[in-house]
């Protein structure tokens, strides 16, 4: 029955060994009662067979044939022993056995061995060995706690003589006691056959017990111990004798028929000894033949049995006898291999002593590790944690620790996932995981011989298992404790320290056993501090005493340069392009290398939590750093100590979870790069504790070995430059707003002030949102209270012009970066001449900057700010790296205003467009006056349709809404404004875009704008100045550059501005302004940009045709698909805007009306056919269509509703008249109509088929043809003058 178990704890083998050895004979079974007797006489005595006589009738023989029972007989078998020294009697012994043979006949046999001194020289050496280790490892399995004895036994024997022996004890045991027990089974079978009758015998059993009053008087006695015992020759106890013996014989089930008829007669009589062993015998007899029974039927009797032992025996041997129950049970369910029932029956198993209690929780734990189908970790902590308690009470401290140590393991790789020894971390262990998908009885078997293989590695405490946490915090803090308690009685204070550090992380212990530990983990300090002190390397010492306590977390470390401003300082790289400036080697974002001046302070924020639910103290806190000098200061070899003054916090308490912001500054004293380490402090004034800050950097997987491997880069999160060349600027914006009404404006500042040694030669400033920011130039000052008043955004004015016209930049800038100080820049489309820059900014100068910040969007927006600046005295287009610090402002923009606007035809003139604006006030309770409206356009002018300018017809109450209505009407011709228009411009770019190798890189020219303006107030507003001016433009770009992005997403944002105009000519961009009327003085503006009066086709699809001469010979393949993908995505959009086109309208005015001869009246009519398209013109068939003759001209599926009488009236003359139209083009048809009376008619009855006249070939599959019909009734009067 060996079992792997056993190797586990070799302890409880020698336990198992030595209790049976030390079985005696008892009464109440006959399983150490004799069953044969070996007789042995010398073969050099005279008379052999007197002298087996003699012993067959000593006394000693006498007192073994007293134990014989049921009238059997005890077996003698007769030895005769022959020396092979003795040569002389060499002839006479096979005589002398032959009488012996004759007088005791087949239980007699002969052997011969060897004592003969003279041929040990001749044996081999190794031999001896072998012969002299038969008869130890005998004594050691038999007797494993006792002494070995002095004497070497079998020294005069050879091989052949121990291969004799063995034959011998064979051939006694085959030809003679097995016979004679089946003799004494048929005897006892005989004599006990009624009591096995069946029905019959039980009966009999029952009137004889009931009826005959002198039978248990003669078949049972008491015996000196108290227990009932049966007389050898009663039946009860020829049963259990006849029991024993087919039990001995292997034959189980016999006998356990026969120890269940036993057990009812013993339990009627309450021989409860008896009955006790006869339980046993029955579930042993169970579990070795009816292997597929259930625990119920097994279980239940050994659990009778055990507790009849210990509960109603008297016998002091009552505890021997329930452990021997409990072991067998035990032996036999891992014979078995029944894990799951061997728990249940080894803690049923008595305790009364500490040891052997701990010995059954240990092997029920291993128990649990077996378990099917798997192990079961939680079980097996628990009962290992027990087994160690009862070793402690038996003082055995080794096996105690063992326990332990199996428990903290167990635990940390069940919270892990899998199961590993300490020794695995240091890879001197094989892996032992645990599969839970579909575990195998061998890798299961192997992994639990893993988890409890007892190694001398697992003294050594590894630091990162020991503070590893499971999910069973008490559990984890008693291990450590009592381990840490144990190591400190051992005086091994470094593995006590590490239990005690692991007791100081688990938030979940109760306060008081927080405080407890915690004064053990201080004492244990001063008692160990003399070997500390001993210790050179005073950083080793505090790494090794870190606690877990406070927490502080590396990775909310933060790093703020010059602390007392506002913002965040990184060193970042710069562009021209509108791009945010970005950390150096690409992305976005503060996440880049930390660089600060000599004498600078660096402050240093530290997250410090306390996860006890008590107070403690930290004292002296300060941080450790590593320096690395460069340039002149690596000459120098400066130290940590002379490089950075270093602040120290004099005490920080902590309350019970209570998480507070400590600021350590770090001032640098020479240019190097400094690294922080980690922090340093006195816990409760008493221990030195450093806490590391030293976090894995980027983890590699570049070659084979970092890919197989886990390898990181050096981490640079903690650590700054210092650079004795960098400037350093206090930058501060005052007065962000959180809150905007949209559209209207709110006045920042900017101040820059140099307080470095050396001088600034660029500075610029990024935004994110440009349609939200507008600039002023930067001035000079000295302090705050010297900046001019600029007057504010909107520049009043009392005389305004109506229509103006202003040549401004039409160049697609990007407005996010503006230049402040330094020379301005070349680069196409960059806004950083948008302002007049400094030319330098010496130490101790500053300048200001005005900033308006307007609400352009509804909603919650982030405003980041960033300002750059560099030393370097050259001019590059591109910044590169510059020193930055950057502002966030969350901005709310509340709703104001809503406005939207409406185009309609003009019924007075074709030529003409209505142009409406709804104004709604979103406010609930304030009111708002309109001041001025103004309209920008290169085509058209525009004029109110109401010349009023009465101020309360302009002002909108809370939630009501006005309505304002424009004429736009062409100011010139298109002929004028085509040939170097912005449109043809962007065609051309395109087409150097698409076939040219030389992408465009010049910019379109100034464009002429008409400025409409319509003021309602006394005094307007100045829409030319230069900052109102650029900050409409900047609106304009921001929505011009989003509408780009998403109608052409192959063309590069970088070409935007040279490509792309910011202006068209034949677009309308319309500003609202107003102002508040009571609460704040708030004023502000609204504005509507690219607002299209014309046909709104797209243009750049003639910038699809290759040019004559100049185009690129030879592409790439990748170069030729991203053309074609170009191409077919223009002209796919061009497509589309040109199925919603309606290019031509038709306006019919009656001149005059005569009344003729027959009763009719007659009127000549002028029919006007305007192009709305500034690129084609049309040709153009219109039929005119009487009433009457709808129905046979119109085509199936058109749709035309007349509302008036069909016979009313009628065409005369020509009805079908052909033309053309030029681009923005009118063209007059003259008809006459006739009429029966009068007044009123509809003559919205006409058909115009109409063709474009292409001035060039144009890549599009889409026919420009379109046949037109009314979309509304046109009434005129017919009738006299």
Known sequence: MADDISTWAPWYTLFRQQWVGDMQPSEHETFMHPVACLLVASGSEADPIGALRALQTSAAVQRVLSCGDGGTKMMFYYMLLHDGRDTAALQTIDLQFDQVRKTFGQNSALLKINTNTDLLGAADAGERIKISSIWSSDISATRPLAAQPEMSYGEMLTMRDVAALRDAVKLMLVRSVVPHM???????????????????????????????????????????????????????????????????????????????????????????????????????????????????EFDSVFDDAVSTYVHKTRTPRRHFLAVRCTVVYYELLKHHRFYAFAPGALLRGPSFSASLTALLNEQAAYSYLKAVPRPNVRKFAFYAMLASQAF????????????????????KGRSQGHIRTDSDDEKSHGKATTDVKSPTRASMDEKAAALSQPTTDEVHVDKVSVTAKTKWTAIDSYINHELGRQSMAAHNFDEAFQYFMALMGDEKTPPKLQSKYLQELLQLFLESSDQLTGDNDGRKQASAIELSIPSIDPQLVRIIMSPELEGEDAMLEWRLDGSSPSKIGGGSGLQSPRCCSVGEVVAVLLVVTNPLAIGVTLSNLTLECAFEASGDSAATEATVASALDISVVATVILEGEQTTMVTVQIV????????????????????????????????????????????????????????????????????????????????????????????????????????????????????????????????????????????????????????????????????????????????????????????????????SLCVGASSAATARKDLAVMRSRQFEVDLLVTASLRVNAFVRPS????????????????????????????????????????????????????????????????????????????????????????????????????????????????????????????????????????????????????????????????????????SQVGGAERAGHHSISGIDLGVPHDYLVEGLNPPTEGAARTWLSDTIHDREALIQSIASRSEAALRSERPLDVLIRVEAAQQSDCSLYVADVNISVYNHSWRYGYQFTLDLLSPHELDQFVAEGAKMEYSGSRAAWSWLDETKHSSSVEPHGLTVVRARLSCYAPGMIDVAVWRLQASAIMPAAVFSSKSLDCVLYPTQPHFVHVGTV
């Open 392 to 411: 402690q009470r038996a003082h055995m401290s080794d096996l105690a620790n063992r326990c332990l140590h199996m428990v903290r393991v167990s635990l």
């Open 668 to 863: 640098p004293r020479c240019a190097g790069s400094v690294s922080i380490l980690g922090a340093k402090y006195l816990l409760c004034d008493i221990l030195p504790t450093f806490k590391s800050l030293v976090l894995p950097g980027r983890r590699m997987n570049d070659t084979k070995d970092q890919r197989m491997g886990i390898v990181h880069t050096p981490d640079t999160t903690l650590g700054f430059s210092v650079n004795s060349d960098l400037p350093r600027l206090e930058v501060t914006v005052d007065d962000l707003p959180d809150t905007l009404m949209s559209g209207s404006m709110h006045r920042a500042c900017l101040r820059v002030a140099n307080s470095g040694s050396l001088a600034c030669h660029s500075v610029a400033m990024w935004v994110s949102h440009p349609s939200f920011v507008g600039i002023r130039p930067p001035q000079l000052c000295n302090d705050e209270a010297e900046l001019v008043d600029d007057g504010g955004m909107y520049v009043p004015l009392s005389d305004v012009k109506k229509h103006e016209r202003v040549q401004v930049p039409n160049v697609l800038r990007d407005y996010s970066t503006f230049v402040l100080v330094g020379r301005q820049t070349d680069t196409p489309g960059s806004s950083a001449h948008c302002v007049e820059p400094l030319g330098s900014l010496r130490p101790g100068e500053a300048f200001t900057v005005p900033i308006w910040i307007r609400g352009d969007r509804v909603g919650a927006h982030t405003l």
């Open 907 to 1074: 019924a007075r003139n074709p030529r003409e467009r209505l142009f409406g604006v709804e104004v709604e006030n979103m406010q609930p309770d304030l009111s708002v006056q309109l001041v001025q409206t103004t309209f920008t356009s290169g085509f058209y002018e525009l004029v109110p349709v109401s010349s009023s300018k009465e101020p309360h017809r302009t002002l909108v109450g809370p939630r009501q809404s006005i309505s304002l209505v424009y004429r736009a009407r062409p100011r010139d011709t298109v002929a004028d404004k085509l040939c170097d228009s912005p449109e043809m411009f962007a065609v051309r770019a395109l087409r150097q875009f698409i076939y040219s190798s030389e992408k465009p890189s010049s910019t379109p020219g100034p464009i002429d704008l008409v400025y409409s303006n319509n003021v309602f107030t006394e005094q307007g507003i100045d829409c030319t100045h230069s900052s109102l001016q650029s900050y409409i433009a900047r609106s304009q770009a921001h929505r011009r550059r989003n509408v780009l992005r998403s109608g052409y997403p192959l063309i590069p944002d970088k070409y935007h501005s040279a490509m792309f105009p910011l202006f068209e000519s034949f677009g309308i961009d319309f500003v609202l302004f107003w």
């Open 182 to 296: 089946q003799y004494v089974i048929r005897i006892l079978s005989d004599q006990t056959a009624s009591e096995r009758r069946g029905i019959t015998g039980r009966l009999f059993s029952a009137g004889r017990r009931y009826l005959n009053t002198t039978s248990k008087a003669e078949n049972t006695y008491v015996g000196s111990d108290g227990e009932v015992y049966y007389r050898h020759k009663s039946p009860e106890a020829m049963l259990r004798r006849l029991a024993d013996c087919s039990f001995m014989l292997k034959d189980y089930r016999f006998a356990q028929s026969v120890y269940q008829i036993a057990r009812r007669d013993f339990q009627s009589e309450k021989a409860w000894l008896c009955y006790a062993g006869a339980q046993e015998m029955i579930g042993v007899c169970k579990l070795l033949w009816e292997v597929q029974t259930t625990k119920a």
